[in-house]
C-alpha cells in the first residue's frame, strides 16, 4: 500500500504544482488522471525520490520514503516520460549495465535477469539491435524492462502511451496488465482510455488538488442519466455554453456535438447518452475550473 497525505509542492518561483494531495494506492494498476500541467509528474517525481515535497508524507509498506529515499529505491520501478538511453547500444548491453547499476552483482544473475526481461516484454529477438532504431513501442517495452529490474513492488510509468500506435499500445497496456496483478503500479496519464481499460482504481488530479477517486465503475454510474448529446452548428456553441453546462465538444461531420451535464432533459434536440470515464473526466475538469475560476 502506497499512502499520501497532505502532500505540498511549491516550486521556487511561487508556483503551488501539489496542494495538499491525499491518496491511498492499493496492489494494483491504479490510475491518476489529469491534464498537462496538472501536477501529475510532480507527483510522479515526488513519489520516485527524485525531489523532495514542501510539506506532506509518503509511506510505502512501511517505508518512510521522504527521511529514507534510498530504502525505497531498492523496491522501485520508474518509467518517466522521457527517459534517456545510450542510443548506440544494444538492448541487451544496456539492460546488462542497468542491472549493474541496480546492484545485480553476478554475471549469472544478470544473464538470467536480463534473459527474462527481454523475453517478458517481447524483445528478446531484436536484444542485439541498437536503442536508436528502435519505434516509441520497443523504446517504451524496454523502459519497462529497466523499470522491472530487481523484482520492484512499487512501479510508477508517467505518460508511457503518449504518441504510440494503437497496436503498440496495446502491447504495452497488456503487458502492464500482466505485471499488476502482483505489484503496486501508478499509471499517470491524460489518455482516458488507458485507464478505462485497467484501472480497478483511479484519481483526477487538476490544478495540484485530487478532483475525483473511486473506481471508474462507480464513477461512471454516477453519471448515468446526467450526459445528454447534441449537434449543433459551430455559431452556437458559445450561446449552448452560456446556457448549459457543457463538458465536452467534438467536430464530426462538419457539426459540433457538445455533451451536456443535467440532471433533466436540457431542451429540444438534446438525446440522452450513457456516461463513460471521459464524461466522468470531462465534468471534473469543468467543475474545477469553474471553482478556480
Request: some cysteine.
Amino acid at each position: 500500500m502506497l499512502s499520501i497525505k497532505n502532500l505540498v509542492h511549491v516550486y521556487g518561483n511561487g508556483t503551488r504544482a501539489l496542494d495538499d494531495v491525499s491518496l491511498e494506492v492499493p496492489r494494483g494498476m491504479f490510475g491518476l488522471l489529469g491534464p498537462n500541467g496538472a501536477g501529475k509528474s510532480t507527483l510522479m517525481r515526488s513519489i520516485a525520490t527524485l525531489q523532495t515535497p514542501t510539506s506532506g508524507a509518503i509511506d510505502f509498506d512501511g517505508i518512510d520514503v521522504i527521511k529514507d529515499p534510498e530504502k525505497l529505491r531498492r523496491t522501485l520501478g520508474y518509467l518517466p516520460q522521457d527517459f534517456g538511453v545510450y542510443p548506440r547500444v544494444s538492448a541487451y548491453d544496456m539492460l546488462d549495465h542497468m542491472a549493474v547499476l541496480k546492484g545485480i552483482a553476478s554475471g549469472k544473475d544478470r544473464k538470467e535477469t536480463v534473459d527474462s526481461l527481454l523475453n517478458q516484454v517481447n524483445l528478446w529477438s531484436v536484444r542485439k539491435k541498437a536503442l536508436a532504431g528502435f519505434s516509441g513501442g520497443m523504446r517504451q517495452r524496454f523502459g519497462i524492462a529497466q523499470a522491472l529490474i530487481g523484482n520492484p513492488k512499487l512501479i510508477i510509468v508517467d505518460e508511457p502511451t503518449a504518441g504510440l500506435d494503437p497496436e503498440e499500445r496495446n502491447r504495452f497496456l497488456n503487458l502492464l496488465a500482466e505485471i499488476g496483478e502482483q505489484v503496486v503500479i501508478i499509471l499517470s496519464t491524460h489518455i482516458v482510455e488507458d485507464v478505462a481499460d485497467l484501472c480497478p482504481r483511479m484519481a483526477v488530479l487538476a490544478g495540484g488538488k485530487i478532483q475525483l477517486e473511486g473506481a471508474p465503475a462507480d464513477l461512471m454510474q454516477r453519471m448515468e442519466g446526467r450526459v445528454w448529446r447534441k449537434a449543433i452548428e459551430k455559431e452556437a456553441l458559445e450561446d449552448h455554453r452560456s446556457r448549459f453546462e457543457v463538458i465536452s465538444t467534438r467536430l464530426f461531420a462538419g457539426r459540433t456535438v457538445i455533451h451536456v451535464l443535467s440532471d433533466r432533459r436540457p431542451g429540444e434536440g438534446f438525446e440522452p447518452v450513457s456516461g463513460g470515464l471521459e464524461d466522468v473526466y470531462f465534468s471534473t475538469l469543468s467543475a474545477s475550473r469553474r471553482v478556480a475560476a
